[in-house]
């Protein structure tokens, strides 16, 4: 079993939609990262949290940290949101663990 | 414009060649990473390096190879001892403390196919 675990593993959407990623781990961690990964391939990072919820823009990212759970949230989608979104732990050891990450797709 | 840098974009190869990938960045980060994307697969780290001339093994090292003797530079050696070279390789840096919110920054990628 996959230490960092992504659902749903691809998603489409209608232009507006609001939309959730998850991401479960089975370690223990320091921070939790989600990424976004374009279709060229290049990763930019998009949060970076240990605990509670952070907002940028239509994004919102919350982790749980007893339940070793995270969400992304992105309202009111759009057809450039479309992209691989990665959610990647760090552990205490300092290494970092990635999830396989999930491809959304927004029609508009 | 501060970041980093990865060439070529696309590399192709014959079986049994040894390739070398390039990576650069100007960020003034210590630490610099290999990882190796396959489909459907998370990022899995091959080498690491947290400060010039000294680097290790990450979680897929076997048939790689990799050079620290620059700062800003971190190229990545894919022997023809790797089994399965043809893959998405992505270099990242990052600052290097010892914190938990050292952020990775990733470069653009670099796309071999071996044949």
């Known amino acids: 079993k996959n230490e960092v675990e992504q659902s749903p593993q691809n998603l489409t959407a209608q232009e507006g939609e609001f939309i959730t990623i998850n991401c479960s781990y089975s370690v223990g961690i320091s921070a939790l990262h989600w990424l976004q990964q374009h279709p060229g391939g290049g990763i930019v990072s998009l949060f970076m949290l240990s605990s509670g919820k952070k907002k940028h823009g239509r994004l919102i990212a919350t982790i749980n940290i007893q339940e070793k759970h995270s969400s992304l949230h992105i309202t009111a989608s759009h057809p450039r949101d479309s992209a691989v979104y990665i959610c990647?732990?760090?552990?205490?050891?300092?290494?970092?663990?990635f999830g396989a990450g999930t491809r959304l797709t927004v029609k508009p | 414009d501060g970041g980093i840098t990865q060439s070529p974009k696309y590399l192709f190869r014959k079986e049994g060649q040894n390739v070398t990938l390039s990576c650069e960045q100007n960020l003034n980060h210590d630490a610099m990473y290999w990882y190796r994307q396959d489909p459907g697969q998370g990022l899995r780290l091959i080498y690491y390096s947290q400060i010039v001339n000294d680097f290790q093994k990450g979680d897929i090292a076997e048939g790689y190879s990799v050079s620290r003797e620059k700062k800003e530079s971190f190229p990545l050696t894919v022997t023809s001892a790797q089994k399965n070279p043809t893959a998405f390789y992505l270099c990242a840096s990052s600052r290097g403390r010892e914190s938990r919110w050292d952020e990775q920054y990733f470069g653009p990628g670099t796309r071999l196919t071996v044949t």
């Open positions: 990647a732990v760090r552990r205490w050891t300092n290494d970092m663990r």
